[in-house]
């Protein structure tokens, strides 16, 4: 405990309510103020944004759900960033359970970390079908539970883990960022992933790629001071990608790529 205090970053001491209104700009100001870990997200953001073609395009409408204190826009400006609550660092405020945008509207949606704390996962799931245009994506970045990665979010992380038969997040705190169950995401797609097929047949899961390792941990992610000096991060990504068939058992995160199938296409293939 000793350590681990010693360990704390001098700005995430300052924060006395993880819900505060406060925490965004904190959270914004430690990962600038950590290169390593600023490479980190610009990482996740590849990942997210990767599976459109023209991101940069203005006719290209993706919308990052949860963007909070830091998000698309330092990297991709033209990317709608939303959140619950209004905050200086982003576009507009949406409720992931009801969406402001119309039917087939969006290109993609995207989330960092985030699904886990929406309350009622079915119903952003049943906004994102409507909102999302055919061929659209529903792409995002959540916790894996691998043997290493459990070890780590049940002993060294503060958000609560439940491997409940709901996919809602148990009640309890009504915080933004304290109403959280990180096992869920993985409850989802990977426990009960037939279920998620036979809920939602127009989204169709393209893609779960295992990521981070070790790299987000030793940069100290928002808690935390860099584990190991920031010139070291190119040889730490190095190692994770040799160590990539290990990844079942070492992933961290995950991400999830989903894609809304066309119900023409569907029904001349003979799906219903």
Known sequence: MIILNWLRHPLAKSITDIDGEN?????????????????????????????FKNTTSKQTKIVEIGAGGFNANYF????????????????????????????DE????????????????EM???????????????????????FWGSLVYK??????????????????????????????????FIRDRAKFEKLYPELKIKKIDKINFFYYLLSGGLSYRNVIPSFLGRLIFIIEKILKPLSSFLAMHMVVEIEKNDPKQRLSLGIT
């Open 76 to 103: 991709h400006p033209e990317v709608i960033t939303t959140d619950l609550h209004q905050t200086p660092f982003i576009k507009q405020i949406e409720n992931a359970h009801s969406l402001s945008f119309k039917n």
């Open 106 to 121: 969006l290109d993609g949606i995207i989330l960092v970390d985030v699904l886990h704390h929406i309350p009622h996962p």
């Open 124 to 146: 952003f799931f049943k906004e994102a079908l409507r909102c999302i245009k055919p061929g659209g994506k529903l792409v995002m970045i959540e916790p894996y539970y691998s």
């Open 155 to 188: 002993n060294l992380h503060h958000e609560p883990w439940s491997d409940c038969e709901s996919w809602d997040i148990p009640i309890g705190s009504s915080g933004r960022l304290s109403v959280a169950n990180m096992k869920m995401p993985y409850n989802i």
């Open 23 to 51: 925490t965004y700009k904190v959270h914004r100001d430690i990962i600038l103020s950590k290169p390593f870990l600023l490479k980190i997200y610009h990482v996740f953001y590849q990942y997210l944004l990767a599976p």
